[in-house]
């Protein structure tokens, strides 16, 4: 009886913590500007999906609670969904009784009349409360089905609305074969999915997942990237097949995915880089972008043909100048390394902050104006060209840019495991005790510096090539901070962690275009999310997931 | 023959005056104690002996050798292994490869009669190779720094308060190893604040007190002494 009190206290709670996020979203506009925007043809808009979804997610997670009480938890799911419909609808009769657009300029009548199921608002109310009521229970009802059918309910779900999501983007790559692009479109209606569009998507996943739970199951079967998947005669196999989707991704996807990915694989670039500062060396680098800028600047003045002339009475190829931009990158690396290598943690970031505002701001300034172009930046950078071909657009880039990654990959991967990888670590978790180790701490961390900078002008001296011209105002703080923020998100150390970090970060954002004005808040919120939940990163290194989760198998005793 | 010479050393925080003309001496093969109450500077004159702080005047010889001119990383090389107060332990390598740290300073690559010595001195060690070593216990995370420290063949070993924070079972293990480190031919200066174990491993001691040393005498000597007795073992 006890227990039941205070598991109905806490779906109580939970309702109200649901009904404030949705409050909250529909506070911000958000549902208002997606009504339109639908996932499932006329039966589903976006906006009813941020409540519906927000609603699902949160009494789903109070049925979780229940343990094996099957009543208890359809109960409180219901309570949670019931709560949550009930907060909305005091939104909904504060609407009535204040105006309250002065201050939340987005509650329109219009928002009202979306909550209240474009009924009156008193009809509205009640529906509100009966239909949270009605979510709730049934997420609290899948939660007491058999994990097999409740797994694929729920994949069900989440595919069909991640589908509809992602529909237009889908549309635009089928798009780029016309037969193909006509035949398909009767899966599509408006911005999202045709009914019979979710109907066939939601069949699929269904004989998916029925096919799996009849399919023979291989006991030694590994995940698909464990190490072993990936060596002997199979594993070369795999290799190839997988080099040769890398090789032709750009073709298929067209030339607006290939834009995401050239971005993405910047990012990957810089992260390599800042990773080994960071996450090997453990030294905190917020003005990262500078070298990033260096790299750019050089191959733009070196290959413009505004104003190399001037200065080396030629212009140079991108090829030629790529190398020097990486090697000036790397010196700025050492002569921003020599001043703060006494600088530990929060001071360190403090000064390489400034460092990365200070390369941004002499690029603006007009004593450098004749070199480097002042605000009106430099144009006419070179793309680079092998033989007669030129790299000229997003989709032949992308292999400039993969050849950068894997060149990157290489190096970051075979300097972890060196001598040098070595004491970057031992520096990291103590500076004192590695120095009386041997290491000698002012070669490691410039090295460190030089290594994390030769990286990130490389990906600049593309960014150049790609965009062609460069401005200052590319090379602000935002990105800094973006590229700690994916390796932090990837997981701090791991090389497959700044990939998917850089996916997760760059890529997807890029693909959610529709949701511009909502980005950052996504994005913060995905922080704090990730931060919260997952301290350890996406795919995280090694070393620090277990430092995380000790292995059960070997507790480490507390006697002393 | 004198193994190890401080030479009347002032060492400055800042202003602050830690080490007032500290003198003494390790032969080879002697177990040397250096005790002393909180702040006295014991910590403080390992590191200026091992670089890691610098003395303002005076000198450290090693085998007759100044070390002034050498950074603390370089100092390793010559024979000088230091295991830090709160051990120090590289926390998220596992066990060997903080011993393959200990190692960083050697030329040749021969390790595996090392590994085969620690882990005869440290058994525990051993079976805990591949744990994360921030999860090890207290007494094995000391044993591991010491360890470690032996990876690098000192000729003289440093050891700073090996007994802290442990339970008295491991403290008397912690000293057994020390002297059998000792009979293996490793010359050690040990910093307590157990002075009663200290003298009691030692061969000579010396007492510190706010920067200067006060009393040095063999460890018999000093255990009887009436004012260490008072004022370090709590004997009236």
């Known amino acids: ?417 060196s001598r040098l990888g070595r004491s970057w670590m031992a520096m990291r978790e103590d500076e004192d005790v590695a120095e009386a180790m041997g290491i000698h701490l002012v070669t490691t961390k410039l090295l460190a510096f030089a290594t994390g900078a030769a990286f990130s002008g490389l990906s600049g001296a593309i960014f150049a090539a790609k965009i062609g011209s460069i401005y200052p105002h590319s090379f602000n703080l935002m990105v800094s901070i973006n590229v700690l923020a994916l390796i932090i998100v990837g997981g701090l150390g791991s090389i497959p962690g700044v990939v998917v970090g850089s996916f997760a970060l760059v890529g997807l954002p890029e693909l959610l275009r529709e949701f511009a004005d909502y980005r950052l808040l996504v994005y913060g919120a995905l922080l704090v999310w990730m931060m919260l939940n997952r301290r350890e990163g996406l795919w995280p290194e090694e070393a620090h997931q277990r430092e995380l989760y000790i292995d059960k198998d070997t507790p480490a005793d507390a006697e002393a | 023959m004198t193994l190890l010479e401080v030479n009347n050393i002032h060492t400055y925080y800042g202003n602050i005056h830690a080490l007032k003309g500290v003198s003494l001496t390790v032969e080879k093969g002697e177990i040397v104690t250096l005790i002393g109450a909180n702040g006295a500077g014991k910590t403080t004159t390992l590191r200026t002996i091992c670089g890691l702080t610098k003395p303002r005047s005076g000198y450290v010889k090693l085998k007759g050798e100044d070390l002034a001119e050498y950074p603390a990383h370089s100092i390793v090389y010559k024979g000088i292994s230091m295991v830090p107060e709160g051990r120090g332990v590289f926390a998220r390598l596992t066990v060997m490869e903080n011993l393959d740290m200990g190692a960083y300073s050697r030329k040749d690559n021969k390790f595996d009669a090392d590994f085969e010595r620690v882990f005869t001195l440290f058994p525990r060690l051993k079976e805990r190779r591949n744990q994360v070593s921030g999860t090890l216990s207290g007494g094995e995370q000391q044993m591991l720094a010491m360890a470690r420290a032996l990876m690098a063949h000192p000729s003289i070993l440093l050891l700073d308060e090996p007994s802290m924070g442990l339970a008295p079972v491991l403290v008397d293990l912690i000293f057994d190893t020390i002297t059998a480190i000792n009979k293996e031919g490793t010359t050690i200066l040990l910093v307590e604040q157990n002075a009663l174990m200290a003298l009691s491993v030692a061969n000579r001691g010396y007492v510190l007190q706010t920067g200067q040393i006060v009393l040095s005498d063999d460890a018999k000597s000093l255990k009887s002494n009436e004012m260490v007795q008072k004022a370090y073992l709590g004997m009236e």
Do not use: C, H
């Not at chain 1, 206290?9 to 506070?27: N, T, Y």
């Open chain 1, 1 to 417: 009886m006890q227990q039941e009190k205070s598991y109905l206290r806490q779906a109580l709670e939970q309702g109200l913590v649901g009904g404030a996020i949705i409050v909250l979203i529909a506070l911000l506009g958000i549902v208002e500007a997606f009504k339109e925007r639908s996932i499932v043809g006329t039966v589903l808009s976006m906006g009813q999906t941020f409540i519906i979804g927000t609603q699902f997610l949160i009494s789903y997670r109070t049925a979780r609670k229940a343990g094996s009480d099957q009543k208890m938890a359809i109960t409180g799911g219901a309570v949670t969904g019931a709560v949550s419909g009930l907060v909305l609808a005091f939104l909904v009769l504060l609407s009535m009784l204040f105006d309250l657009r002065p201050v939340f300029l987005n509650a329109s009548p219009a928002l009202f009349s979306i909550l209240a199921f474009g009924q009156s608002q008193i009809v509205g109310m009640v529906l509100l409360v009966v239909f949270g009521a009605g979510i709730g229970a049934l997420a609290g009802v899948i939660d007491t089905l058999a994990v097999r059918i409740r797994s694929t309910i729920l994949q069900i779900v989440a595919i069909v609305v991640l589908t509809g999501l992602l529909a237009e983007l889908i549309k635009l790559v089928l798009g780029q074969w016309p037969s193909i692009g006509r035949a398909m479109n009767w899966m599509f209606a408006g911005k999202g999915l045709s009914i019979i569009g979710a109907v066939v998507v939601a069949l699929v996943v269904l004989v998916y997942n029925v096919y799996q739970a009849y399919a023979p199951v291989d006991p030694k079967k590994k995940p698909f990237f464990d190490a072993e998947n990936w060596r002997g005669s199979k594993g070369y196999v795999r290799i190839a097949i997988s080099v040769a989707v890398l090789l032709i991704l750009p073709q298929i996807l067209g030339v607006y995915m290939s834009e995401v990915l050239d971005q993405v694989g910047l990012y990957i670039l810089m992260g390599l880089g800042l990773n080994i500062v960071v996450g090997y060396a453990g030294l905190l680098d917020l003005g990262y972008v500078a070298f990033f800028a260096i790299g750019a600047y050089v191959v733009g003045v070196m290959t413009s043909p505004e104003i190399a002339p001037k200065f080396f009475g030629m212009t140079f190829t991108w090829w030629e100048a790529v190398i020097p931009a990486v090697l000036v990158a790397t010196s700025f690396g050492v002569i921003l390394g020599i001043p703060v290598l006494r600088m530990r943690g929060d001071y360190l970031a403090i000064v390489t902050l400034g460092f990365g505002e200070i390369i941004r701001i002499v690029a603006l300034s007009d004593l450098l104006k004749p070199v480097i172009g002042g605000s009106q930046g430099i144009q006419g950078i070179a793309k680079p060209a092998i033989g007669g071909f030129v790299f000229q657009d997003q989709q032949s880039l992308y292999y400039i840019i993969l050849a950068g990654v894997f060149l990157a990959a290489f190096v970051a991967i075979r300097l972890r495991d």
